[in-house]
């Protein structure tokens, strides 16, 4: 009977320090996705639409074509493609960032927005790009 009593206690330690084990994992998750993640990565996919849609109306000009030689064949494939390639890109890179962001390593954990960000930056600079031809 002793030895039940104990079995007992043992397992509803065990499923108490396991509920708490689950609520520290969600305040850690919480503390990761926090609101600079969510505007750096917001960012990141508002540039990428930016860039993706000058671009194709760019195109529709006589003479102009997508000079990126890894993104010419899904531009030529149709927005379709090109969204499915680039959306695998930026989830790539958010998720990368986010495992930066969630390591150990305190270097590591204060650089996870760069990626990110300079993503942002070629998408913002070739969107602005792509409207010199827009206006022709």
Known sequence: MKRMLISLF???MLVSSS????EVKREKIAK?????FIVVTSSLATSTIFDTET??????NPGVREAN??????V???RPATYAFL???DTGIVYFSYRMKKSTNPTIRKLWWVLPVVATASHG???GFNLRFTFR
């Open 10 to 12: 043992a397992m509803a």
């Open 87 to 89: 959306g695998g890109v």
């Open 76 to 78: 030529n494939a149709g």
């Open 69 to 74: 030689p890894v993104m010419r064949p899904f």
């Open 55 to 60: 671009t194709f109306v760019a195109i529709k």
């Open 19 to 22: 509920a708490s084990a689950q």
């Open 32 to 36: 990761i996705v926090d609101t600079k």
């Open 125 to 127: 600079f070739a969107g």
